[in-house]
């Protein structure tokens, strides 16, 4: 697509418009842009797709704050390609008129062409699971899915190798059969895909024994999948090619894989950091001591400083996830759950006794007023 008009614009829109408004105003721009209204406006049709397209981004409200932040270029580099075939443009059509297929033939996209024209084959999507430790270090996963795939006996073309493929009979070739129907434009020829060749305008004489006919069967593929390191749940893998086939020499639609972290009962995810708790006795939070401290596939030791206090937090550089991009790591904030002592014996209370005793203001000075000691305990660093 060749323009670059701003997509409010475009609709007339102002940049705070509601979806009932985008939407309004989409709606009276395709009754305008119509070839049955609008015959004589060779831009008709660029400026439909202009309108689709600009839609398309506008009424989703991830692209929409995408485009508002970045533009199109963090359309383009978040995957987003508009692209507007006869498929898809009438796919909104019908989304906002009915009529199933009453525009197949707008602009003359869904004609002829239709019968004889490659179509790219649907997408597939599938699920992955994998541990916080997979997702640290990269892995491969495996995944299996079920896709349409061509027939291998009659390489797709439905007929017995050997025998003839002739001409429909009841579409005489053309691969749609038309009917006049009313629509909020008035009269419009409606074209449906012929029942009989399914839109190929060829038939098989002798169909193929294995697929009947269809040139296609469903398989259930098993594909290898590298996830990279640092990939956050929830994020998608798209593998060019491997989604259903095509039709009519098209190519393959795509596969996506959604990746599942599964969370890890030691870890809480921020970004690229993890946090993780510690106990530390109160004895050992006053006189200072070394602790084991999870990390993703591993563990180090970490020194708590004498004097530590209740949720105070400390950083080890680096021992967080990678970065998706780069080389950087994240951080390990571990947070420090200082235990007081409970059910003290006889002894251990006479200790304690004689060490509130001797505790004095020196001791116990924080350099923090109420707000701080607060903004600690409720998780604040
Ligand atoms: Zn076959
Ligand atoms: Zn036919």
Redesign the pocket.
Known sequence: MSSTRDYYDVLGVPRDADDATIKKAFRRLARELHPDVNRHDPEAEEKFKEAAEAYEVLSDADRRATYDRYGREGLRSGGYAPNFDAGSISDIFEAFFGGGGAFGDLFGMGGAARAGGPMQGGDVAVTAEIDLAEAAQGSTVEVSYEAVT???????????PGTPIETCPRCQGTGQLRAVTRTPFGQVMRTTTCDVCQGDGRVARD???????????VERPRVKVDVPAGIADGQRIRITGRGHAGDRGGLPGDLYVLVRVREDSRFVRDGDDLITAVDVSAPLAALGTVVDVPTVDDQIELEIPAGTQPHETLVVRGAGMPSLRGRRYGDLRVVVNVVVPRHLNREQRERYEQLADSLTPHNLRTDEGVFGKLKRAFGGH
């Open positions: 061509l027939c291998e006996h009659c390489r797709g073309n439905g007929a017995e169909p193929c024994k294995v697929c009947r006919g269809r040139g296609r069967k």
